[in-house]
């Protein structure tokens, strides 16, 4: 199994930055890639940006331009830095572990744009 432990999150004015890291732990040899989802009150949960095992991303056109996926092999770590932030960003972060039985969730961070 995997374990994700998610930080990173907080209040920022628009326009601002930061950066949201997920440290995988566990069974990381099954992991085929890694993500970040968000989830704004009252809407459903959504992808935002992927990272795979050949280091291509893919990121959703809200954002793309704006966050940057990235993983340090090293630490079993992927980051998420969101710049250029807008107040349609705040919502709560979910990194996800994708393997072969399926999702594995962190248990999210809080991420607040204020206009």
């Known amino acids: 199994q995997v374990q994700l432990v998610e930080s990173g999150g907080g209040l920022v004015q628009a326009g601002g930055s930061l950066r949201l890291s997920c440290a995988a732990s566990?069974?990381?040899?099954?992991?085929?890639?890694m993500g970040w989802y968000r989830q704004a009150p009252g809407k459903q949960r959504e992808w935002v940006a992927f990272?795979?095992?050949?280091?291509?991303?893919n990121y959703a056109d809200s954002v793309k331009g704006r966050f940057t996926i990235s993983r340090d092999n090293a630490k079993n770590t992927v980051y998420l830095q969101m710049n250029s932030l807008k107040p349609e960003d705040t919502a709560v972060y979910y990194c996800?572990?994708?393997?072969?039985?399926?999702?594995?969730w962190g248990q999210g961070t809080q991420v607040t744009v204020s206009s």
């Open positions: 996800a572990a994708i393997t072969r039985g399926g999702p594995t």
């Open positions: 566990g069974s990381i040899f099954s992991i085929n890639a």
């Open positions: 990272i795979y095992s050949d280091d291509s991303t």
